[in-house]
C-alpha cells in the first residue's frame, strides 16, 4: 500500500511539477519516520551531487536490501543503484549508468554521488530498505537542476504618439527555474511577461514595457529588474527610453530694447529633436534680410540696429521627422536721450578745478590768519624788537583840534623782562628828554599796548582811515579834555579817544592825579 502510494506521489510530482513538493513531503513522513534523506538538493549542470539517506533507530527490525529509485521529471521511473549484503552494489541500465556509486556500500550509510549532472537528471531520488519484519521503508529526496538564465534588456526606439506602444524588452533566456522579471521607470507606462520552455526544462523569460510615447519621454531611466535562484542579488539592467520627434524651436535673445543704433544684438535659435537636426535656417517674413544683419549657424547678430531691423525674424529647424519654426518681431525704439559723455567728462574737470580753488583759498585765509595773530599788532613802522611791545599813541593823520598826530602823547614802551615795568617817556618833539616812570602795568596799560585780537585793531584802523575819531563819538567835540596845570614843566597836549573792548571810552593822552 506503501508502495502505491509513492507510485502516485510520483505520478503527480511528473505531471504538477515543484507545486506537490509539501504534498510529498507529508506522505513521505506519514509513510516511514525511521529513513532519513535530505528533503530537497540543488545543482548546476556538469557538478557532482550527493544524495545522502540513512536507517535510523531500527531497534528488532532486520534490514535486507537498499535500493535508489530514479523518478526524472520527464522520463521513466527507474532503479539506478542497488545494494545487498551479500552480493554487494548493483548499478541497473538507466541514463545515469556510469555517473551514479555508492559512497560507502553498506545498509547503514547507502548514500550515492552523481557525477557531471545534467538538466535531464532532475527528478525524484528515493531511498528504500527492505525490512523484516516490517516490509519496506523508504524517503525522498528532490533533486533540482538549476540554470543561470542569460539577462538581456534593449531600447526600441519609437516615434512620438498618441497610442501604447512597446519602447523596451527585457529577456532573462534558458533559466532554471523561471526568473522573475520587474520594470523600474519615472515614466507612465506597464510591463507584461510571458514564459516559453527551452531545452533541457530551462524558461525564456520575456518582458516587454508599453506607453504613451512623448518627446517629454525622450532619455528617461527605465531599468530591466530580474531575480533567479542563480543571483545572488537582484541584477538591474539600466535603459534610456529613446523617443523620435520633429524638431522644437526657441528664439532666444531679444530683450524689447532694440533702439536706434544699438549695436551687436544677437538672436539665438534653440532646437531640440530626435534624430538631432541638421538644418537651422533663418528668414525675415517682409522676404528681405537687413544689410545690417550677419547669421552664423544658429546665431543672427544685428551689427547696427536702424529701422529696416524693425522687422519679423523666422528661424526653421529640420530634422528626419520634419520643420519646427519660431519667430520673434523686432520693435526699434528711438535712442534714449542720455547725456553726453563729453559733456560729463568738462563737468568733472570743472568741478575738480573749482573744488582745488576752493580749498586753496581756504587754505590762505586761514594762513594769513594765523600769521597775523602771531606778528601782532604794529602801530606804526618804528617797532621794537619781538621781545618789546610798543604803543605809540597818536595818529598818522592831524586831529580835529589841530594838535599833530604824531606828537600829542607820551610813549608808553611795555618790556617783556623779569622787572616787567612801564616806561613812560615824553615827546622829543615837547621835550627834550624823556622822564622815566618806573612802575606795575596796569589793566589800563595793557589794554594800550599791543594785547588786542584782531578785530578791535580794525575797528581802530578803520577809525583812523576815516579821520572820525572824535565825531564818532557824538558828533562834538572831545568827549574829555582834561588839562591839568603845568607842573615842573609837563605839558599835557590834546587828547585821542579810542574805544576799548568793553565798550568805554579812553584818551590816549595819560591823565595823572
Not at 533566456?173 to 515614466?187: E, F, L, M
Request: charged share 20%; aromatic share 6%; proline share 5%.
Amino acid at each position: 500500500m506503501a508502495r502505491d502510494a509513492r507510485i502516485c506521489l510520483g505520478f503527480a510530482v511528473k505531471n504538477g511539477g515543484f507545486v506537490l513538493a509539501a504534498l510529498f513531503l507529508s506522505i513521505q513522513v506519514a509513510s516511514s519516520q525511521k529513513v532519513r534523506v535530505d528533503p530537497e538538493v540543488m545543482s548546476y549542470p556538469g557538478q557532482t551531487v550527493n544524495l545522502r539517506c540513512g536507517f535510523a533507530d531500527k531497534g528488532d527490525i532486520r534490514l535486507t536490501q537498499v535500493s535508489w529509485i530514479w523518478d526524472p521529471t520527464d522520463g521513466i521511473k527507474d532503479n539506478v543503484a542497488v545494494f545487498h549484503p551479500t552480493f554487494g552494489a548493483s548499478y541497473p541500465d538507466s541514463p545515469l549508468k556510469g555517473r551514479i556509486q555508492f559512497t560507502s556500500p553498506s545498509l547503514e550509510n547507502p548514500s550515492v554521488v552523481i557525477n557531471d549532472l545534467k538538466m535531464t537528471d532532475e527528478g525524484t531520488f528515493t531511498c528504500e530498505y527492505a525490512t523484516y519484519p516490517s516490509g519496506n521503508e523508504y524517503a525522498t529526496t528532490n533533486l533540482i537542476m538549476l540554470a543561470k538564465p542569460r539577462n538581456t534588456a534593449s531600447i526600441v526606439t519609437v516615434t512620438e504618439g498618441t497610442k501604447p506602444v512597446v519602447v523596451a524588452k527585457c529577456e532573462s533566456a534558458d533559466g532554471k527555474p523561471a526568473a522573475q522579471i520587474t520594470w523600474r521607470a519615472g515614466v507612465n507606462g506597464n510591463g507584461t511577461t510571458t514564459n516559453k520552455p527551452g531545452a533541457d526544462n530551462t524558461v525564456t523569460v520575456s518582458s516587454e514595457y508599453r506607453l504613451v510615447p512623448t518627446a517629454a519621454d525622450n532619455g528617461k531611466d527605465l531599468s530591466c529588474v530580474i531575480s533567479h535562484r542563480t543571483l545572488e542579488k537582484v541584477q538591474s539592467l539600466p535603459l534610456k527610453l529613446a523617443i523620435e520627434y520633429p524638431p522644437k524651436v526657441t528664439i532666444v535673445g531679444y530683450d524689447n530694447n532694440w533702439y536706434v543704433g544699438r549695436t551687436n544684438v544677437i538672436l539665438t535659435c534653440q532646437a531640440t529633436g530626435n534624430p538631432v537636426p541638421t538644418t537651422v535656417t533663418w528668414k525675415a517674413l517682409l522676404g528681405v534680410m537687413p544689410d545690417t544683419v550677419r547669421i552664423k549657424e544658429n546665431t543672427l547678430t544685428v551689427l547696427k540696429v536702424d529701422e529696416a531691423v524693425n522687422t519679423t525674424f523666422v528661424c526653421e529647424v529640420k530634422n528626419r521627422l520634419g520643420v519646427g519654426k519660431d519667430q520673434v518681431t523686432a520693435v526699434v525704439r528711438e535712442p534714449p536721450k542720455t547725456s553726453s559723455n563729453v559733456g560729463v567728462v568738462v563737468a568733472a574737470v570743472i568741478g575738480s578745478l573749482l573744488a582745488l580753488l576752493l580749498v586753496g583759498a581756504l587754505i590762505a585765509v586761514l594762513v594769513t590768519r594765523s600769521r597775523r595773530q602771531q606778528q601782532g599788532y604794529r602801530g606804526n613802522t618804528n617797532q621794537g624788537s619781538y621781545d618789546i611791545k610798543t604803543r605809540i599813541f597818536g595818529g598818522k593823520k592831524t586831529a580835529k583840534n589841530g594838535t599833530g598826530g604824531g606828537n600829542n602823547g607820551p610813549i608808553y614802551t611795555y618790556r617783556e623782562s623779569d622787572s616787567e615795568t612801564l616806561t613812560e617817556k615824553s615827546n622829543d618833539l615837547h621835550r627834550g628828554e624823556g622822564v622815566p616812570i618806573s612802575t606795575t602795568p596796569t589793566a589800563h596799560d595793557i589794554l594800550l599796548s599791543g594785547e588786542m585780537d584782531e578785530s578791535e585793531r580794525q575797528k581802530f584802523d578803520d577809525l583812523e582811515e576815516e579821520d572820525e575819531r572824535y565825531d564818532h563819538f557824538g558828533g562834538g567835540g572831545p568827549i574829555l579834555q582834561i588839562r591839568p596845570p603845568d607842573e615842573e614843566g609837563v605839558v599835557y597836549l590834546d587828547d585821542d579817544m579810542e574805544s576799548q573792548r568793553d565798550g568805554s571810552v579812553i584818551s590816549r593822552t595819560a591823565v595823572y592825579v
